[in-house]
């Protein structure tokens, strides 16, 4: 089975920057994480969760209009990692953060257990 290990979430302040990273780990299931898009979403506090950023397996990139401009979407398909860079973030962006892998062709869909974010000064 496909897990999603995240890490590089944490505190800080009103302007600063964070940056999120996303292993995908196959194991023994053969799963090419190059064939797979790149999501990241967020839930706040009390709301639904929300897509923040994709890229796809060719490299396309969309992002959720809030963000266009602050956040980064990338991806090393060597290493199997995503990243989601962030920048001059606010207290709105106070969130858990997800990574997801999903490849629709095969039906697969893999997520991650989520990273809190807290910005606030």
């Known amino acids: 089975q496909v897990e999603i290990a995240e890490s590089g979430g944490g505190l800080v302040q009103p302007g600063g920057s964070l940056t999120l990273s996303c292993l995908f780990k196959?194991?023994?299931?053969?799963?090419?994480?190059?064939?797979?898009?790149l999501n990241w979403y967020r839930q706040q506090p009390g709301k639904q969760r929300e897509l923040v950023a994709q890229?796809?397996?060719?490299?396309?990139?969309i992002y959720l209009p809030s963000v266009k401009g602050r956040f980064t979407i990338s991806r090393l398909n060597p290493r199997n990692t995503g990243i989601l860079h962030m920048k001059n973030l606010q207290p709105e962006d106070t969130a858990v953060y997800y990574c997801?892998?999903?490849?629709?062709?095969?039906?697969?869909?893999?997520w991650g257990r989520g990273t809190q974010v807290t910005v606030f000064s």
């Open positions: 196959p194991g023994d299931s053969g799963h090419i994480f190059s064939f797979f898009d």
């Open positions: 997801n892998s999903e490849r629709k062709a095969l039906n697969l869909n893999y």
């Open positions: 890229i796809n397996d060719q490299g396309q990139q």
